[in-house]
């Protein structure tokens, strides 16, 4: 009985050696993996979750920040991103703004805030940018998503559109909205890369505030933005 626990002992700690090499030997595959997949990606997703800080944007029904809400989807969208090898940049990536803080007036602030953003958008000609925002309008029907693309550069209205069509096609069958060149959008009219601003969707509108804050909804739309990058090539 020694002799055959002893002969299990070395069976069993060699067996586990073993174990611990293989599940090394995956993590290794795996890192060199994602290093690669990594090493394949040529655009930067710049990721600009709209307002923060001082400036809450659109407040909707039951007082939800659009700020807020447009953090939540952002930072999903950067998981996802971040899992199939992406770089990103967010311009925030907690409930704060970008602004100049010791300058005077909020209207000061909030131009270095959109300036700060547009130089992190051009900070590199490899950036594709992906505003986030949500909407809002007084006849409290109007609902589902709507994205401006940039007119200074081609790329934006392909990756616009393609957005549109995967949110369309995957979970708003309903919606007839096309995409629209941006006129008079700051951000879009000054962006020397693809750039977009996304409005995923009508904080006035209660059915469609409710699944804007609700965090699976906006994991399947964030896969929807992944999909429409995806088939952009970018
Ligand atoms: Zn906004």
Redesign the pocket.
């Known amino acids: 009985m020694v002799r055959r626990k002893g002969y299990i002992f070395v069976l069993s700690t060699t067996l586990i050696l073993c174990f611990i090499v293989m599940i090394f030997t995956a993590v290794s595959q795996s890192s060199v993996m994602t290093n690669t997949t990594e090493s394949k990606k040529n655009s930067v997703i710049v990721i600009d979750c709209?307002?923060g800080g001082e400036d809450p944007?659109?407040v909707g029904v039951n007082n939800v920040y659009?700020s807020d809400v447009?953090l939540s989807f952002g930072l999903k969208f950067n998981d996802i991103l971040k899992l199939n090898g992406y770089d990103t940049v967010l311009t925030r990536n907690d409930k704060n703004d970008i602004a100049d803080k010791s300058l005077d007036t909020i209207a000061k602030r909030k131009k270095s805030d959109m300036y700060k953003r547009l130089d992190i958008y051009n900070s590199s000609l490899k950036n594709v940018a992906i505003s986030i925002?949500?909407?809002i309008f007084p006849a409290k029907s109007c609902s589902g998503t709507q994205v401006f693309y940039s007119k200074q550069n081609p790329l934006s209205k392909v990756l616009a559109d393609n957005i549109t069509t995967s949110v369309v096609s995957n979970l708003q069958n309903d919606n007839e909205r096309i995409s629209k060149e941006s006129n008079g959008i700051f951000l879009l009219d000054n962006a020397k890369v693809p750039a977009i601003i996304v409005?995923c969707g009508f904080l006035s509108n209660e059915n469609e505030t409710y699944l804007l804050c609700d965090k699976e909804y906006q994991k399947k739309f964030s896969y929807c933005l992944f999909q429409g990058l995806m088939n952009s090539n970018l």
Do not use: F, S, V
Request: zero cysteines.
């Open positions: 709209g307002h944007g659109a659009e447009n925002h949500q909407n409005e």
